[in-house]
């Protein structure tokens, strides 16, 4: 099982410039989440995911937007990338919330994002 | 003010030593606690995670729970070089979003 994954690992934008970033796992996790870690702010959660189709806002939605299409990818995107969007993302996913010990987040290595 | 505070460090302690860190927080939903480790350019990864009050131990690790006073630690007895890592702490009502601490960065000198 590769886990969690994410592409891409690294990725320089310009101001204005769009992308998206992919997060699979390969472990049939109904919940998913995307981070973004900066410095002495911890991780703070962009949005989540509780099932294939739906999605919602989490600590600090704005600026991004996200798509859950397949049960095993969420997607987040970016529509006009702005420097203060300079940060290290996190995917993860977990199993379910009813019991804590199937809540594990799982997390992906991480990308790297600069915007200039 | 944040909801966890966890004071970031660093630590750096010699090989052996304890290790001691905490965190405080202010939402008294919580009720379960976590501790992910995650090394240098790394996603995090959970190391231990206790329900309620108490104390609960994994190795040469213990993770204590004081609800009444908001506080939560994880000691690292006997450190190792391998535990350099940055530690944060986590925590949660009864939904499956998950409250962090900044994270402290711990270093084992050999």
Same mark, same amino acid.
């Given at each position: 099982?590769?886990?969690?994954?994410?592409?891409? &690992?690294?990725? %320089?934008?310009?101001?204005?410039?769009?992308?998206?970033?992919?997060?699979?796992?390969?472990?049939?996790? @109904?919940?998913?989440?995307?981070?973004?870690?900066?410095?002495?702010?911890?991780?703070?959660? /962009?949005?989540?995911? %509780?099932? @294939?189709?739906?999605?919602?806002?989490?600590?600090?939605?704005?600026?991004?937007?996200?798509?859950?299409?397949? &049960?095993?990818?969420?997607?987040?995107?970016? @529509?006009?990338?702005?420097?203060?969007?300079?940060? %290290?993302?996190?995917?993860?996913?977990?199993?379910?919330?009813?019991?804590? =010990?199937?809540?594990?987040?799982?997390?992906?290595?991480?990308?790297?994002?600069? %915007?200039? | 003010? &944040? @909801?966890?505070?966890?004071?970031?460090?660093?630590?750096?302690?010699?090989?052996?030593?304890?290790?001691?860190?905490?965190?405080?927080?202010?939402? =008294?939903?919580?009720?379960?606690?976590?501790?992910?480790?995650?090394?240098? $350019? *790394?996603?995090?990864?959970?190391?231990?995670?206790?329900?309620?009050?108490?104390?609960?131990?994994?190795?040469?690790?213990?993770?204590?729970?004081? *609800?009444?006073?908001?506080? /939560? =630690?994880?000691? /690292? $007895?006997? =450190?190792?070089?391998?535990?350099?890592?940055?530690?944060?702490?986590?925590?949660?009502?009864?939904?499956?979003?998950?409250?962090?601490?900044?994270?402290?960065?711990?270093?084992? $000198?050999?």
């Amino acid at each position: 099982n590769a886990g969690v994954t994410q592409t891409p &690992k690294f990725r %320089v934008l310009k101001t204005g410039q769009s992308m998206t970033l992919l997060c699979a796992q390969d472990m049939n996790h @109904e919940y998913m989440y995307w981070y973004r870690q900066d410095p002495g702010m911890g991780l703070r959660l /962009i949005h989540y995911s %509780v099932g @294939e189709g739906t999605t919602a806002k989490g600590e600090v939605p704005d600026g991004y937007n996200v798509s859950r299409l397949k &049960k095993q990818n969420f997607l987040l995107g970016l @529509e006009s990338a702005a420097p203060s969007q300079t940060s %290290v993302y996190f995917c993860a996913s977990s199993y379910s919330m009813v019991q804590p =010990s199937y809540n594990e987040q799982f997390f992906g290595p991480g990308t790297r994002l600069t %915007v200039l | 003010q &944040k @909801e966890v505070e966890q004071d970031p460090g660093p630590l750096s302690v010699p090989e052996g030593a304890i290790v001691s860190l905490n965190c405080t927080y202010s939402n =008294s939903a919580f009720q379960y606690f976590m501790w992910y480790r995650q090394y240098s $350019r *790394k996603g995090p990864e959970l190391l231990m995670y206790t329900y309620s009050s108490g104390n609960k131990e994994d190795g040469r690790f213990t993770a204590q729970v004081d *609800k009444s006073s908001k506080y /939560i =630690s994880l000691f /690292i $007895r006997d =450190s190792q070089p391998s535990d350099s890592a940055t530690y944060l702490c986590a925590m949660r009502s009864n939904d499956y979003k998950l409250s962090f601490g900044a994270g402290t960065t711990v270093t084992v $000198r050999a």
